[in-house]
C-alpha cells in the first residue's frame, strides 16, 4: 500500500585512453579528429524513488485513507523521530490513539471515543465522529499532511515509512486540500505505483537481450577456434 518503485541509474567507469583526441600525430602533425578510448565498464551510481501519485482502491474501511495529490502523513516513531508515509491504513488503539497497522500515532494525535459508532474523515483532513447518544457529528481532530521540496531525496526505513534527510529538504505541513497538499479519500487506499506488467516486459527485454550477446560471444567464440585449428 503506498509504495513508491526504484529506478537504478547508472555511470561509467574510468577510461583508458589509447589515441586522445585532438593530439597530434608524429609523423605528419596533423590535429587527430576522432580518439581511441576504452571504457572499463559500468557501476550502479543511484537508486532514484519514483513518487508519482499511484491508483486507489476502494476498501469502504472508515480508517482506510488514501491521498489523492501531493503529501505525506505525519507518524511518530517510539524514538521521538518523525517519519513519513503514503500508507493511510489505520488502525484505533487501546487508547483511542489513531495509529498505524504498526502501533505508529499519526500526528496530530486524533483520539477516537470509546463510544463512538461512526468515524468520518473529510477531503480536508477533518475528524468527525457520531456518538452513542448524539446525531450530530462531532470534531475529534484533524490529519495534517506534509511535503517536501524534493520527495525523492527521502530515506526509506522500511514499513513504508520515510525519513527527512538534507537532499528532502524540510518539512512543510498544511492542510489537506490547501494550496500544493492533496485531499483525503475516506474508504480508499492507494495501491503502489509499480506497473507490473511493464516491469515483466522490461525484464524479459533484458533477459532476451543478455542472452542474444551471449549467443554472439559464444558464437564469435566457437569461429576463432575454428581459425586456429586450421591447418
Known amino acids: 500500500t503506498g509504495y513508491k518503485r526504484n529506478r537504478a541509474e547508472f555511470q561509467d567507469?574510468?577510461?583508458q585512453n589509447l589515441r586522445r583526441v585532438g593530439s597530434a600525430t608524429s609523423d605528419a602533425g596533423t590535429i587527430v579528429p576522432t580518439g581511441l578510448q576504452v571504457g572499463m565498464g559500468v557501476k550502479t551510481a543511484a537508486t532514484s524513488r519514483i513518487?508519482?501519485?499511484g491508483s486507489v482502491t476502494m476498501t469502504?474501511?472508515?480508517l482506510d485513507v488514501a491521498i489523492r495529490g501531493e503529501g505525506f502523513f505525519r507518524i511518530s516513531l517510539p524514538d521521538g523521530r518523525t517519519a513519513y508515509t503514503r500508507d493511510g491504513s489505520f488502525e484505533i488503539d487501546a487508547n483511542g490513539q489513531l495509529v498505524t497497522v504498526d502501533g505508529y500515532t499519526v500526528q496530530p494525535g486524533v483520539v477516537i471515543p470509546d463510544n463512538a459508532r461512526s468515524v468520518t474523515i473529510s477531503q480536508t483532513g477533518t475528524v468527525q465522529v457520531q456518538l452513542d447518544d448524539d446525531t450530530a457529528q462531532t470534531d475529534v481532530g484533524t490529519i495534517d499532511l506534509a511535503r517536501f521540496v524534493n520527495p525523492a531525496g527521502l530515506e526509506a526505513i522500511g514499513e513504508n515509512l520515510f525519513l527527512e534527510t538534507d537532499?528532502?529538504?524540510?518539512e512543510q505541513t498544511?492542510?489537506?486540500g490547501?494550496?500544493?497538499y492533496g485531499t483525503l479519500l475516506q474508504g480508499y487506499l492507494e495501491d503502489a505505483n509499480v506497473n507490473a506488467v511493464a516491469e515483466i516486459s522490461d525484464l524479459i527485454?533484458?533477459?532476451?537481450a543478455y542472452e542474444m550477446n551471449a549467443r554472439i560471444i559464444s558464437a564469435a567464440d566457437e569461429m576463432m577456434s575454428a581459425t586456429s585449428?586450421?591447418?
Do not use: C, F
Open 13 to 15: 567507469l574510468l577510461y
Open 51 to 53: 513518487m508519482s501519485q
Open 60 to 62: 469502504e474501511k472508515d
Open 167 to 170: 537532499a528532502s529538504g524540510a
Open 174 to 176: 498544511g492542510t489537506a
Open 178 to 180: 490547501s494550496e500544493g
Open 205 to 208: 527485454s533484458a533477459q532476451r
Open 229 to 231: 585449428n586450421l591447418r
